[in-house]
Every structure is written in C-alpha cells, then in structure tokens.
C-alpha cells in the first residue's frame, strides 16, 4: 500500500528528540524524506547518527517528536498505541542486527508468532510458516531452536518471520552487523531477491557503504540527527 | 492475540521458569489451603452444633399452651377480665395443629414421678413419654442396647446416671424387667354444685382420684445423656418408656390439680402440646399460625438466631485470619511477574515490534497470574482438605482414647471449593495489575535495546 502517490512512506521534517535532564538530544533532526513503493532505501551513516531513530519511526516502534511520517496512507503520529501494533502486525516486516529470535521457541513458533499476534487462522498458520521458511531456504530447520543454528541461518529466520504476515514494507537495522562478510553477503542477495520477486519496499539501517552501494536503489545519508545526502551512490 | 494463543504463550512463559513459578503456585496453594483449612473448621463446628441441636428438638420444636396458662403463674391486671374466651387445649386444637403446613407431629408431654422397683429395691425418679420420632434424635446414637420395638412394646430405656443406681454393671440391665409404681387418676361420678374440669378422659367426671398401680416393663437400652434436657423436650426423664405406653398410664401429673378446677367445657385439655416442624428454619411461621390459632407459644428460635450470628461472626474471624497467609501469597505473585518483566524485557520488545498489542502484553501477564492462581486455589484447596483430614484424624483418636464417639470438625463444601479457586484467580489477577500494566507500557525501542 502507497500513500496516494506512489510513496509508501513519507517523512516530514520528522524530528525525534529526547530529553536529558536540561540537554536534549536530536536523535532525528528535521528530516524529510520520502521513499517509493518497491525502492530498496539504505539509511547510511555512522553509530548515533539516527539512523536507527529514524528506521524505528517509520516503523511505528516510536512517536515523532515533530513531523509526521505518513505509511499505509495514514500519519503514524494520528494512529492509537492499538492501530500502531497493527500497522506493525500488518503492514511491516522488521529485522535486527542481533536477530531477535525468542531462545525457546523453534524455528517454526518463531516464524509462527507474528501469524499469532496477527490473529492469523491456525489453519492457515502451518502453510504460511512453510511458505516464508522456504523462501529463505530453512525449510528443513523447522523444529531447531535459535541456538542450533549459525548466525547467518539465524538472520534468515528472522527474515521468515518478518515476511510470514506478508508485508508490503521491511525494515531491516544492520541486518549483516552481527554477520561475517561473506554471509552478510547471502543476506543482502537474499533481501535484493525479495525486494524483486515480491516487489517488497524495503529500509535498511547500514553503515557499510559498500553494502549500500552494492544492493540498494539509494542511499540517504545521515549524520548527527540530520539528512546530509539523499539519492547519492558514489 | 486469540485466547488460545494467549493461553499456549503463557503456559509456555510458566514452564520456562518452572521453579520460581512453582513456588509462587505453592506460595498461593498454602495461602488458600489456609483460608479453606479454616473456614471448613468454621462450617464444620457451625454444621455439628447444627445438627446436634436440630437433632436435640430444642429448635424445630414449638410449645403450645393455653394462653390464660402462660399468665397462671401471675397476678392478674385488675382491669383484664376472666381469659373466657380463650381457646382451650384440647383434641379439636390438636387436631387443628396437625393440619398445619410443615407440622410433622404433635403430641403432649408426658412426664410423672414414679417409683422403680429392681430386684426389690425401690428408687424414686421420673418417668418421660417418648415419641417414636425421637429415634432419629441425636440423644440416641450412642445408645446401648436399642430403641423400643413398637410405639405400644412395655419397654423402657434408662438415662446411664440411672442405670447406675440400679446396678453397677449398667449394660448387664438390658433385658432385665423393672416394675413401675405410679399415681394413676381415675374418675369420680360428677358432683352437683361443682364444676366439670380436669384434664384428659376425667373432663367429664367431677373430678379423679389417685390410685397407685404398677406397670413392669422391660429394659432395653441406656443413654448416656438426657434427650433433649431442658425445655420442650423430655429433660429430667430419667427412665423413658413409649409415649402412647406412657399416656395409656393415665399417670397423675405435677398440673391435674390446676387442671382439677378448671373448666373445660366438657373436653380433654392438655396442659401443653409439643409441635414439631419439618426443620428449624420453618419454626417462626409455624410459631405465628400458632398465634393466630389463639394459644401461646414458646420456641428456642431466638436462640438459634444468635446461634447463627455468633457462626457467622466466626466465619468472618476465621477468614480474616486465613486470609493472612493469601495475601502473602499475592506478593510473591507480584514479585514473580515482576521479575519476569525484568528477565523478559527484551522479549516483551521482541513482541511488540511483532505486532503485539499493549492489552496482549497485559493479557499475556494476566494469564500467567491466573493460571498460577487457579493451579494454587485447586491445590490449595486439596491441601486445606487434607490438614482438615489429618486433623479429625487426630481428634478422633483423641476422642476414642476418651471413650467419646468420633466426630467430624471440618467440612468442605462444594461451595467453598469453588468460593477458594475464584478467589484465589481474582487475587491473583488483582496481584497481576501493576506487573501486567507495567510490562504493557513497556517502550518496544527501549525493551529491544536491553541485554
């Protein structure tokens, strides 16, 4: 789902500043910026630039503190905590750098507990798991826990979760941070290959140039709070 | 989040800490085995002395007398005219009483002085008429030997201090015969001048004279209490013998001579009659028809009613002092979920970025709590039935040490079974409120970035 033209999401002059006993700290700063259906988007900058502010913000985990950020056709800032965790629910796919994986769940109830939160019918849940595990090929893992499973196959995991309720955005904060280059790598293709075949719009955290560079239609570069570059591949 | 989801997460939350869980469960099965423990001891001595005095027929029973009776005793005001007009006491009365709704049986009172010859001593007592529905009266359980065959047998069972006198072997009685003496009433031909009046078959005569007679009877049983001591009942009896044996007797009693100058309109009047209700409960509208019948009345209820008030302020105490231990309970409860916010921080972050909604994260809580309270109230209430058990056991084998028949102290009705297990989920959930709230407002960036 778009916002009516074209964008599935839109920020604007978006700020997210947090108070410090009489500091106040811009995490986000004025930023605007808009994102297109379908666009793979890289959030590029150094550690405590706001990257991750931002990404949490888009993806309705945090409230502006200025700004709105317009998703799904609605400002994020109008929604109630309750529409919020649908919007969550429903609409986006999140991924982190440290996995996220519940330790005593299997595979299969962690790619199943969106489907749970979602209210999804238990009879549909089996097939949906199946299809989302398949497509990052850890079909066969299904009755593994986290801690049987490499980092890389554990990001792929969190990967099936996030796309299990079938999504139309995917946000993703340093999905190879916690990763070796090569299997950061496979990732990164298998996050490209889910953007084409799926037509998925996708945000990701990085602060790999290369990696940005390599996968993403455009970077936006930010530092200290604000948006430095938007669009810029070197 | 579906209830069914709710309930498989939490479970699975329980069992991941199934040690400090299982405490905390613990900790609410002590707290309600407590309050049962307790309150089944309340119920248990409020149900014992219940029946012992329903069985005693001091509380389903109302005394009926003549009114102008009630005031015989007194120095009439000097403006009431003569009671002429009051009812008496007779067959037609007695009759009428039977007919009243949820009356099982009226009789009179039968009770005389007599002599008792046993192996050819005399011994003075007194005599009491018994009905034969007094077979299901407490005053009988312990009985040694058995009751009366039949409602006519010549038969006679004897209180133990009586037996005593007789024999030093009281049991060795039973089979034995005795001799009653006693004064009987027979009727003189009617007097010109003087008035009719006295009471039963010599209301139409002028009056009786005594006679002494004997009656052997056999004995069959002993007591070891008095049935029914004291009013309405058949106190100071200490040899009973069948009511109907006991009337056929026509036994001068303590009132024919009051009755002697009375007049009766030609009747049989009783001096009072015994009216026994269905149960306890039932005695105040029996007791008002009475009223309005035009005769006086006498019942233990206000008795009973402070009886029941006395129980219920008990009740209250005992579930005061039960509650204690629950209520200790309930901080572990809290202490346990917070703790599982503390440890589950992340995870809670996990959910919410997921999609879970701030009423799932309280829900998840509150179904964490309850479980542990519906676990602790069902084994609080096994718990709180065995210490009842083991208890009475105790008692009883004291009991029998004393020679005393056992007894049972402790009562766990369906009810309180129930009352425990919702209480113990509703204190539970309350306990549940402020780690359920804090954990559903929980910031997801914040709880995702805890280690």
Do not use: C
């Amino acid at each position: 789902m778009t916002t009516g033209d074209g964008l599935a999401v839109r920020a604007e002059r978006v700020s997210r500043h947090y108070e410090m006993g009489s500091a106040v700290i811009r995490a986000v700063d004025d930023v605007t910026l808009q994102i297109r259906a379908g666009e793979f988007v890289a959030l590029l900058g150094s550690s405590g630039s706001g990257k991750s502010t931002l990404l949490n913000l888009m993806a309705g985990l945090d409230r502006p503190t200025g700004g709105a950020i317009f998703a799904n056709g609605r400002n994020l800032s109008e929604l109630s905590s309750l529409e919020l965790a649908r919007y969550r629910s429903r609409t986006v796919g999140m991924v982190f750098q440290s996995f996220n994986l519940l330790p005593r769940m299997t595979l299969e109830e962690n790619v199943e507990l969106p489907l749970r939160l979602a209210e999804v019918d238990r009879a549909e849940r089996g097939a949906r798991v199946q299809e989302a595990l398949e497509r990052v090929h850890l079909e066969k893992r299904l009755t593994h826990r986290p801690s049987e499973l490499s980092g890389g196959e554990q990001q792929r995991a969190a990967l099936a979760r996030a796309l299990v309720n079938r999504p139309t955005l995917l946000f993703a904060d340093e999905p190879t941070g916690n990763l070796d280059s090569a299997t950061g790598e496979s990732i990164m293709l298998l996050l490209k290959e889910i953007q084409q075949k799926l037509g998925m719009t996708i945000v990701m955290v990085t602060h790999e140039r290369p990696l940005a560079e390599r996968f993403a239609d455009r970077i936006a570069a930010l530092a200290d709070g604000k948006l430095l570059t938007d669009g810029v591949k070197s | 989040m579906k209830a069914g989801d709710l309930g498989e997460l939490a479970l699975r939350n329980l069992r991941e800490a199934v040690l400090r869980s299982s405490l905390t469960t613990l900790g609410v099965a002590v707290g309600v085995a407590s309050l049962v423990a307790w309150l089944s001891l309340g119920i248990g001595l409020q149900a014992l002395a219940t029946k012992r005095l329903s069985n005693s027929g001091l509380f389903d029973t109302v005394i009926v007398t003549q009114r102008r009776n009630a005031q015989s005793m007194r120095r009439a005001p000097a403006e009431s005219s003569p009671a002429k007009n009051a009812r008496q006491l007779d067959d037609d009365a007695k009759n009428e009483l039977e007919r009243l709704p949820n009356v099982v049986e009226v009789y009179s009172q039968v009770r005389f002085p007599t002599e008792v010859r046993y192996d050819g001593t005399p011994y003075s007592t007194i005599v009491a008429g018994i009905p034969a529905s007094a077979h299901g009266n407490g005053s009988f359980d312990g009985i040694q030997g058995s009751f009366f065959s039949g409602p006519n047998a010549d038969e006679a069972i004897l209180q133990i201090e009586f037996a005593k006198d007789l024999s030093t072997q009281p049991s060795n009685l039973i089979g034995k015969d005795l001799v009653v003496r006693y004064a009987e009433r027979e009727a003189l031909p009617p007097q010109a001048g003087v008035s009719p009046g006295s009471s039963h078959a010599d209301a139409d005569t002028g009056g009786f004279s005594i006679v002494p007679r004997e009656k052997k009877l056999r004995i069959v049983g002993i007591i070891e209490t008095e049935p029914a001591a004291g009013f309405g009942g058949f106190g100071s009896g200490r040899l009973l013998m069948p009511l109907e044996v006991a009337s056929s007797l026509r036994a001068a009693q303590v009132n024919d001579l009051r009755d002697a100058v009375r007049a009766t309109n030609g009747k049989a009047v009783y001096p009072s009659l015994t009216v026994r209700a269905k149960s306890a409960s039932l005695v105040q509208g029996i007791e008002a028809a009475i009223k309005n019948m035009g005769f006086g009345t006498f019942s233990l209820q206000d008795a009973s009613k402070s009886l029941e008030v006395f129980f219920r302020i008990f009740d209250m105490l005992l579930f005061i002092f039960g509650s204690l231990a629950l209520a200790v309970a309930t901080l572990g409860i809290i202490n346990t979920l917070v703790m599982a916010i503390l440890e589950r921080r992340r995870e809670i972050g996990i959910l919410k970025a997921l999609g879970a909604a701030d009423r799932d994260v309280k829900n998840l809580f509150f179904v964490e709590a309850s479980v542990m309270g519906f676990l602790g109230g069902v084994l609080g209430v096994g718990f709180g039935w065995l210490v009842g058990r083991a208890v009475t056991f105790g008692i009883n084998v004291y009991l029998k040490r004393q020679s005393l028949p056992p007894t049972d102290v402790f009562s766990v009705p369906w009810w309180l079974v129930l009352m425990a297990i919702v209480l113990a989920v509703i204190v539970s959930l309350a306990a549940g409120l402020y780690p359920a709230s804090r954990a559903a407002k929980l910031n997801p960036v914040e709880a995702l970035r805890y280690e």
